[in-house]
Protein backbone atom coordinates (compact mmCIF):
# COMPACT_ATOMS: atom_id res chain seq x y z
CA UNK A 1 0.00 0.00 0.00
CA UNK A 2 1.56 3.42 -1.23
CA UNK A 3 1.00 6.15 1.41
CA UNK A 4 1.44 9.37 0.44
CA UNK A 5 1.22 13.32 1.34
CA UNK A 6 0.81 14.08 -2.12
CA UNK A 7 -2.11 14.51 -4.17
CA UNK A 8 -0.88 12.62 -6.90
CA UNK A 9 1.74 9.84 -7.51
CA UNK A 10 4.42 11.00 -10.57
CA UNK A 11 4.61 8.37 -13.06
CA UNK A 12 1.03 6.57 -12.04
CA UNK A 13 -2.49 7.36 -13.08
CA UNK A 14 -5.41 7.17 -11.11
CA UNK A 15 -8.10 4.70 -12.40
CA UNK A 16 -10.54 4.71 -9.49
CA UNK A 17 -11.55 7.09 -6.50
CA UNK A 18 -12.75 5.13 -3.72
CA UNK A 19 -13.21 7.71 -1.11
CA UNK A 20 -11.78 8.96 2.04
CA UNK A 21 -10.07 6.53 4.62
CA UNK A 22 -9.32 7.30 8.13
CA UNK A 23 -7.83 5.45 11.03
CA UNK A 24 -7.80 7.35 14.91
CA UNK A 25 -6.45 6.25 18.46
CA UNK A 26 -6.48 7.80 21.30
CA UNK A 27 -3.89 7.21 23.96
CA UNK A 28 -3.59 8.36 28.20
CA UNK A 29 -0.33 8.61 29.04
CA UNK A 30 0.57 7.33 31.88
CA UNK A 31 1.00 8.50 35.47
CA UNK A 32 4.69 8.32 35.82
CA UNK A 33 6.09 9.63 32.72
CA UNK A 34 4.08 12.16 33.54
CA UNK A 35 5.51 12.87 36.50
CA UNK A 36 9.10 12.85 34.57
CA UNK A 37 7.66 14.78 31.92
CA UNK A 38 6.91 17.80 34.32
CA UNK A 39 10.86 17.48 35.27
CA UNK A 40 11.59 18.18 31.85
CA UNK A 41 9.28 21.09 31.49
CA UNK A 42 11.39 22.64 34.33
CA UNK A 43 14.91 22.09 33.08
CA UNK A 44 14.34 21.66 29.16
CA UNK A 45 14.64 18.85 26.98
CA UNK A 46 12.38 16.63 24.95
CA UNK A 47 10.08 14.32 26.41
CA UNK A 48 10.58 10.95 24.79
CA UNK A 49 8.27 9.56 26.52
CA UNK A 50 5.77 11.60 24.91
CA UNK A 51 7.41 11.17 21.46
CA UNK A 52 6.95 7.22 21.88
CA UNK A 53 3.84 7.48 22.77
CA UNK A 54 2.59 9.70 19.42
CA UNK A 55 4.87 7.51 17.04
CA UNK A 56 3.37 4.43 18.45
CA UNK A 57 -0.24 6.37 17.79
CA UNK A 58 0.73 7.63 14.45
CA UNK A 59 1.86 4.18 13.48
CA UNK A 60 -1.47 1.95 14.96
CA UNK A 61 -3.69 5.01 13.25
CA UNK A 62 -2.12 4.52 9.63
CA UNK A 63 -2.52 1.12 9.94
CA UNK A 64 -6.17 0.84 10.96
CA UNK A 65 -6.55 3.97 7.91
CA UNK A 66 -4.75 1.38 5.44
CA UNK A 67 -7.04 -2.02 6.88
CA UNK A 68 -9.65 0.48 5.77
CA UNK A 69 -8.29 1.53 2.47
CA UNK A 70 -7.48 -2.22 1.52
CA UNK A 71 -10.94 -3.37 2.20
CA UNK A 72 -12.04 -0.93 -0.28
CA UNK A 73 -10.03 -2.24 -2.68
CA UNK A 74 -7.29 0.52 -2.85
CA UNK A 75 -3.54 0.03 -3.84
CA UNK A 76 -2.63 3.60 -2.59
CA UNK A 77 -3.83 6.37 -0.22
CA UNK A 78 -2.82 9.90 -1.46
CA UNK A 79 -3.51 13.62 0.17
CA UNK A 80 -2.85 12.07 3.69
CA UNK A 81 -2.89 14.85 6.45
CA UNK A 82 -2.80 14.28 10.70
CA UNK A 83 -4.13 15.74 13.19
CA UNK A 84 -4.92 15.84 17.02
CA UNK A 85 -6.61 16.91 19.32
CA UNK A 86 -7.08 16.69 23.08
CA UNK A 87 -10.09 14.58 24.28
CA UNK A 88 -9.68 14.37 28.35
CA UNK A 89 -6.68 15.29 31.01
CA UNK A 90 -3.97 13.32 30.07
CA UNK A 91 -5.63 11.79 26.80
CA UNK A 92 -5.03 13.15 23.30
CA UNK A 93 -6.58 11.61 19.98
CA UNK A 94 -4.50 11.36 16.63
CA UNK A 95 -6.19 11.00 13.55
CA UNK A 96 -5.46 10.17 9.93
CA UNK A 97 -7.13 10.38 6.88
CA UNK A 98 -6.77 10.27 3.18
CA UNK A 99 -8.38 9.03 -0.09
CA UNK A 100 -8.18 5.97 -0.59
CA UNK A 101 -7.23 5.45 -4.62
CA UNK A 102 -6.32 2.59 -7.67
CA UNK A 103 -3.09 3.86 -9.14
CA UNK A 104 -2.18 1.85 -12.78
Do not use: C
Not at 13 to 42: P, W
Not at 79 to 87: D, E, G, L, P, Q
Amino acid sequence: MLISNVEIIPGRRIIKHLGMVQGNTVRAKHAGKDIMASFKNIFGGELKSYTELLQEAREEATDRMTRQAKGLGANAVINVRFATSSIAAGAAELFVYGTAVELD
